[in-house]
């Protein structure tokens, strides 16, 4: 309700009148060709603010400034203890504009700010502080070669300029998985947010000015994703290509970046499986698993969309998840009551629609949800929705709906279930429930994801290595695996005869 709604802060409100260029050599710098595009807010339909439009000249420009960053001395011989105090700073500006960040993600994209205020935007500055550490400490080693008499050792060396195109589900949060760890190694950075949501990354960007990073190192240019995104990945003067996004889009930044052997890390797709044993302590399961899905409007690439529930306890948990999806406060994303906000545009509205009617026509049964929500406000509200009698078959079982929608199916047992959830292009997360040590460990080692989770579901940690199997793509963000991305190993032989 309106009166519940948080006021937004006057900080924010300052931000959005202030005009929104590309970020570029540490000055803000208006498209090349004059054109912005309008930032609508989910929640109200209104448009918030209007963005720069980037073409290839912006990005062109920005890639200059990035590999004029990237030889600089200021930032090239910057001893990494120096880098690792930027970071930090940058991460204390983070803090000290906490709220601010959070209700712009909130109002971008319609994150509830309760999440963006205690969950997203504190992860993100423990990110950076995480990466911070590591600065100092990118090893190499001392090898014990045996083909005559050397001294071999390797370095790691940044890569150079990297491209990182983000998506809109976690706006703040996805820029700095990949700035953490760039900046930490000494790479540069061109960030191409996601058209949807890219004013937090630009208020990240003022704050890294005043933290003090130096011109080029940290470069934003806004705009569509087959303008300005494909541009980037095109760009000859782009060392690596750092994509979080969809399945589809990842393959086709791979078959560009082929050409010139452009390093790629991909964080893609998933229909994470979600398995509830009969031994597990249902109403945590039911509850966790609830979370799994709806959690960020269902817009997670590793939301536990596919819920196995073992056949004796399947009818008690559908009936306690529908009772979840019913009483789930969805609302405005401001609200701090609010539990689910709108989802972030028409078109993923439409989207969502879309699977819904081919689930129902398909043959699966609406337990939950189903329709839009008007009561919820005038935005892109979809109502929590919970499918039973779903078959592997379905498309509700095999494609990823980045929604608000789950489908419940029973199983037997472990062996079959382990099959039917590895049954599946994706593989970026799953969920075990159980009260037994052996199962959970058993499933842990059989279920193809980059994580498993056991009696929880989206916990996440900077110290965490987070990424895909299969067709939820490669590379490892988060935790000390992160570095690898952004390095490349030198070998160094001196010889001593
Ligand atoms: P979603 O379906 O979640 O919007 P996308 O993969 O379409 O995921 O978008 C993720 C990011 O990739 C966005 O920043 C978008 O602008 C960008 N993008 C989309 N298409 C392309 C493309 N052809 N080349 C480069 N980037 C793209």
């Known amino acids: ?59 062109d420009r920005a890639v200059s400034a990035a590999r004029r960053a990237f030889r600089d001395k200021s930032w ?52 950076i502080r995480y990466m911070a550490g590591w600065a100092t400490k990118v090893e ?9 008499n050397f001294f071999n050792y390797t370095v790691r060396q940044p890569v150079g300029v990297v491209g990182a195109i983000i998506p809109w589900n976690f706006p703040l949060l996805m820029a700095v998985w990949k700035l953490g760890a760039a900046l930490a190694v000494g790479c540069t950075v061109v960030l191409k947010p996601a058209e949807q949501s890219p004013l937090s990354v630009l208020r990240l960007a003022e704050l890294a000015v005043e933290a003090g990073f130096p011109p080029g190192v940290i470069n934003v240019v806004t705009g569509y994703g087959p303008e300005a995104g494909a541009a980037l990945v095109a760009h000859p003067g782009v060392n690596k290509i750092s994509f ?56 997670v690439c590793s939301a536990g969309s596919r819920i196995y529930v073992a056949r004796s306890i399947y009818d008690q948990a559908l009936e306690h998840m529908a009772d979840y999806a019913k009483t789930l406060r969805v609302g405005q994303p401001l609200d701090p009551k609010t539990q689910m906000g709108p989802v972030v545009s028409d078109e993923q509205y439409q989207r969502v629609m879309r699977y819904i009617e081919i689930a129902q026509r398909e043959g699966a049964t609406l337990v939950a949800g189903g329709s839009d929500m ?22 509700i079982a095999q494609e990823e709906v980045f929604g608000p929608v789950v489908a419940v199916m029973p199983f037997d047992d472990i062996e079959e279930v382990i ?58 963000e988060m935790g000390k695996q992160a570095l690898e991305l952004y390095t490349e190993v030198k070998d160094v032989w001196i010889s001593l005869g």
């Not at 595009?37 to 000249?57: C, F």
């Not at 991460?91 to 969950?119: F, V, W």
């Not at 190499?140 to 005559?148: D, K, L, R, W």
């Open 76 to 127: 090239a011989q910057m001893p990494p203890n120096r880098r690792g105090i930027l970071l930090w700073r940058l991460a204390d500006l983070m803090e000290q504009h906490l709220e601010e960040l959070a209700q712009l993600d909130s109002l971008d994209m319609g994150m509830p700010i309760r999440q963006a205020q205690y969950g997203t935007t504190p992860m993100a500055i423990d990110h």
């Open 419 to 476: 099959e039917r959830a590895n049954q599946s292009i994706y593989g970026l997360a799953a969920g075990v429930w159980t009260e037994n040590v052996r199962t959970a460990h058993y499933l842990s080692q059989r279920l193809e994801a980059g994580t498993v989770w056991v009696n929880a579901y989206h916990v996440y940690d900077a110290a965490a290595p987070w990424g895909g199997f299969k067709e939820s793509g490669f590379g490892r």
């Open 1 to 59: 309700s309106e009166s519940t709604t948080t006021h937004i802060l006057p900080a924010v409100e300052s931000f959005l009148a202030r005009p929104h260029h590309h970020f570029i050599n540490n000055e803000w710098v208006p498209s090349a060709s004059g054109q912005t595009m309008e930032d609508v807010n989910p929640a109200t339909r209104h448009v918030l603010t209007e963005v720069a439009r980037g073409n290839g000249d912006d990005v």
């Open 244 to 299: 979080t996004g969809s399945t589809e889009v990842g393959k086709s930044i791979m078959r560009t970046a082929a050409d010139r052997m452009a390093r790629v890390s991909m964080e893609l797709g998933g229909k994470s499986p979600n398995i509830i044993c009969a031994d597990a302590n249902l109403k945590r399961a039911v509850s966790g698993s609830m979370l799994g899905i709806f959690m960020n409007q269902g817009e």
């Open 140 to 148: 190499g080693e001392t090898i014990p070669v045996s083909a005559g």
């Open 374 to 395: 008007p009561e919820a406000g005038p935005g892109f509200f979809v109502r929590p929705t919970v499918f039973a009698g779903v078959r592997d078959t379905m498309t």
